[in-house]
């Protein structure tokens, strides 16, 4: 599986973005969809991710109720709307999968698209 990660840009607080993760290569229906952002000197963290079917999604505290994680299976397509941002929300986004349920470490995602920025000024 071929990820590619856009849609990054400025946003003011309060503001949204929306990103998009675009999948080739294998069939992206059995594959968990993982989205993390690392920030400026810290580690890359979790952030959101969406599982085969059933879809089961899960969210990091720090944006639970902001941000929504979607896909479109047909279309290879992957989504994280991001809503309500926060200056502390800015990093660069990266769209990982794995063919297993999903899991929060990085680590375990064998597959990465390139990181797209997101800058939340304040």
């Known amino acids: 599986v071929q990820l590619q990660a856009f849609g990054g840009g400025l946003a003011q607080t309060g503001g949204y973005l929306r990103l998009s993760c675009a999948a080739s290569?294998?069939?992206?229906?059995?594959?968990?969809l993982g989205w993390f952002r690392q920030a400026p000197g810290k580690e890359r963290e979790f952030v959101a991710t969406?599982?085969?079917?059933?879809?089961?999604?899960y969210y990091a505290d720090s944006v639970k109720g902001r941000f929504t994680i979607s896909r479109d299976v047909a279309k290879k397509m992957g989504y994280l709307q991001m809503n309500s941002l926060k200056p502390e929300d800015t990093a660069v986004y990266y769209c990982?999968?794995?063919?297993?349920?999903?899991?929060?470490?990085?680590?375990?995602?064998?597959?990465w698209g390139q990181g797209t920025q997101v800058t939340v000024s304040s």
């Open positions: 969406i599982s085969w079917s059933p879809d089961n999604e």
């Open positions: 990982a999968a794995r063919a297993r349920p999903g899991a929060a470490q990085a680590r375990l995602y064998g597959y």
């Open positions: 290569g294998h069939s992206f229906r059995s594959y968990t």
